[in-house]
């Protein structure tokens, strides 16, 4: 086949004469046929008009013929069934870049200025109340890729799949149909688009033409409308799919690969560490031996953490995973602590206190002791923390800076909220009962958090939490091998030695029974 390739301003193209239009033509390109000759492209340069700069629209027409016929159906050599075309749009229209509200909040005149950043508009979000109706603008594709679906299956006339049937082009009187043209934009992702303005003097265009499988085509379309549901749903943001796509596209195969299956790894063993941790205090019925501090520090960070990713505009899925994890954070301060409503005053108000099991060892003085010199720490690091952001990073408000501040804290030193319970350990000069089960699903998590932190891309911040569970972790094997293990002593997790050796022996006696009755 040959092919010709216009750009007009016109969505009706009809001018093949106007040898301005044809950008591109080639010439016995074979179809159905895979090899170097079926693939050709082009890179050149576009000067646009006035009209395409102050948001005009420009076409890209296509058209495909067999060798030797025209595709300008006034030539009297045309044959209607030797040639075909389809029309794309290469100029889109796309919310514009919002404009970065933060700004420095001691009223630096040459910082509060606030600057454009590239953040993705949805439309949506187009009625904004903070932001009044959102401006439109014409973006230039500077990837313009035609592909030419091998395709030759035979559709009954009336049962062609929905998804097929719109890009079919289906001759009437014989009922056949021709190739089809599929513009290919899956992997053309929004930051390679250009903004048309006065400005632009010139813009690049990638031209390319090449065959395509029936199952590459179709998979393309699939992803593109499983993407668009996950947007109406809310479960996935605009430029999300980009990001996906630029994993795919930037990232080593085989590191995708471990990736994945690290991933599903995780999310077991983070489900199996959940699942021992509930049934632990659904049943616990004493405090001896646990930091009630360090639930409550918990519980704390998680709702700091929970309130910055709402003032951030986060997915509603992530905000609702966190919202739970802080509700359960809360429920396991109702089990550690006796939780009062006091209705003396005017506003009602929460009273927390301690468990009977709980003050009435020394648990509760080494507690308080460590949580002590721990707070004098944190709340050094808190302010340190805090005034550099403020001097040197912009903010929305006052608000978004002690959010930001609180959760940088959160992620550099969540650490602070496990080491009570080494504390007491070092107090107590002994370690409880270490249960194999549920410690094995920490570490193998410390681990693949480790992994993440050096092939996934992540701030610096978070980079740097992950570490403090191996941190934690090596000095409690410290502690192991250095202290006795106390087996009447009830760990972290709510179990003993006693507990496991009066199970046993529960079945072992329970066996015996058996093989006397037998």
Not at 29 to 38: D, M, N, R, V
Not at 151 to 173: G, S
Not at 423 to 431: D, P, R, T
Request: aromatic content about 14%.
């Amino acid at each position: 086949m040959d092919m010709w390739f216009y750009l007009s301003e016109q969505e009706r193209f009809n001018d093949f004469n106007n040898e301005g239009a044809l950008i591109w033509h080639e010439t016995n390109i074979p179809y159905a046929i895979w090899g170097p000759e079926s693939t050709r492209s082009l890179s050149l340069k576009y000067y646009p008009s006035e009209a395409l700069k102050h948001n005009g629209t420009l076409y890209a027409h296509a058209f495909f013929a067999r060798s030797g016929y025209p595709p300008d159906p006034s030539d009297p050599e045309y044959q209607p069934l030797a040639a075909f075309g389809r029309t794309h749009p290469v100029v889109a229209y796309l919310p514009k870049s919002k404009t970065d509200k933060r700004k420095s909040l001691l009223g630096d005149s040459k910082d509060s200025e606030g600057e454009v950043v590239s953040q993705v508009v949805d439309d949506s979000q187009a009625d904004s109340k903070d932001d009044g109706p959102v401006e439109w603008i014409s973006y230039w594709k500077p990837n313009v890729t035609i592909n030419l679906v091998d395709d030759f299956t035979k559709y009954p006339h009336n049962a062609v799949p929905p998804n097929i049937a719109p890009y079919l082009n289906v001759e009437p009187t014989s009922g056949n149909y021709f190739p089809t043209i599929f513009f290919n934009e899956f992997w053309l992702l929004r930051d390679k688009l250009i903004a048309l303005n006065e400005t632009v003097t010139e813009l690049t265009l990638n031209l390319e033409v090449g065959p395509i499988s029936m199952t590459k085509w179709q998979l393309f379309m699939q992803i593109d409308q499983s993407f668009q549901v996950h947007r109406s749903y809310g479960s996935m943001l605009e430029g999300e799919a980009d990001e996906l796509k630029r994993v795919f596209l930037e990232g080593n195969p085989y590191l995708l690969v471990i990736t994945m299956v690290v991933s599903m790894l995780h999310s077991v063993f983070d489900f199996l560490a959940f699942k021992n941790d509930i049934q632990f205090w659904n049943k616990n019925k004493s405090m001896e031996g646990l930091s009630a501090k360090s639930v409550v520090v918990s519980f704390i960070s998680q709702l700091i953490v929970f309130l910055y990713l709402l003032d951030n505009d986060t997915s509603w899925m992530i905000l609702a995973s966190s919202g739970v994890g802080c509700c359960i954070e809360f429920w396991k301060i109702g089990k550690a602590m006796h939780i009062e409503i006091d209705r003396s005053g005017r506003i009602p108000m929460l009273r927390f206190r301690d468990r009977e099991s709980y003050a009435g060892n020394k648990t509760k003085e080494y507690d308080d002791l460590a949580m002590k010199y721990l707070s004098y720490v944190l709340f050094l690091l808190v302010a340190c923390s805090s005034v550099y952001s403020l001097m040197y990073e912009r903010h929305k408000s006052w608000y978004s800076w002690i959010l930001s501040s609180l959760t940088s804290c959160v992620y550099m030193f969540g650490f602070i909220m496990m080491c009570p319970q080494l504390f007491i350990n070092y107090k107590l000069q002994s370690v409880a009962h270490l249960p194999w089960r549920q410690m094995t699903y920490k570490f193998l998590n410390t681990i693949i958090d480790d992994l993440f932190a050096f092939v996934i891309k992540m701030p610096t911040l978070h980079r740097l939490s992950v570490f403090r569970d191996d941190l934690i972790f090596l000095i409690y094997i410290y502690q192991r091998w250095v202290y006795p293990v106390d087996k009447s002593r009830v760990n972290e997790f709510g179990f003993g030695g006693e507990d496991d050796q009066a199970s046993a022996g529960e079945v072992t006696a329970a066996n015996e029974e058996e093989k006397k009755t037998n």
